[in-house]
């Protein structure tokens, strides 16, 4: 996993060296270094990602846990990467870290009903029953305003469905 990294860094940096040289166009201003880093971070954090839902769909979450780690340590606010780190913490059964990266997740893409699902189930594992409700309400809104024709109306109905699979069994 470094290796490749290193090797990735090494290329670019080779790459960048050949052109040091090359001429630049009339009229085309280069890349500051500032431009030139965020594409090539934007680039390998878009192979880490890649790499890190691979990991999840192989079940290695620990390796998938290492991936978002670094993803995120280049950018904390990333919120696939947020909601892909809390997936792998609640495969592992990290309740309390998987709230923290769903929370994230949830602020980033508030339309978007995954986030939401995965941490109203996090919620009730937790205990916290009012903030689960709070996500499901929010999800049955969603659901309401789509009448299941909106392009989300599948991943609606299944976190609604999740949800309501996770909730401990009522009292009588």
Known sequence: ??????????????????????????????????????????????KLYEDGVGAIKAKNFQVAEGIFEEVLRQNPTHPEGNLMMGTTKMSLGKWEEAKKYLEVAVRKNAKSPDPKSRLAVTLIRLGDMDGALKQRADLQKMSDDCKGKCRNAEWIAAGLSMVDNAMPPKQP
Do not use: C, H, Y
């Open 1 to 46: 996993m470094r290796a490749g990294k290193i090797s990735a860094v090494i290329l670019v940096a080779a790459l960048m060296a050949g052109t040091a040289g090359a001429q630049v166009p009339r009229g085309f201003t280069p890349q500051g270094a500032d431009q030139q880093r965020l594409e090539n971070n934007t680039s390998l954090s878009s």
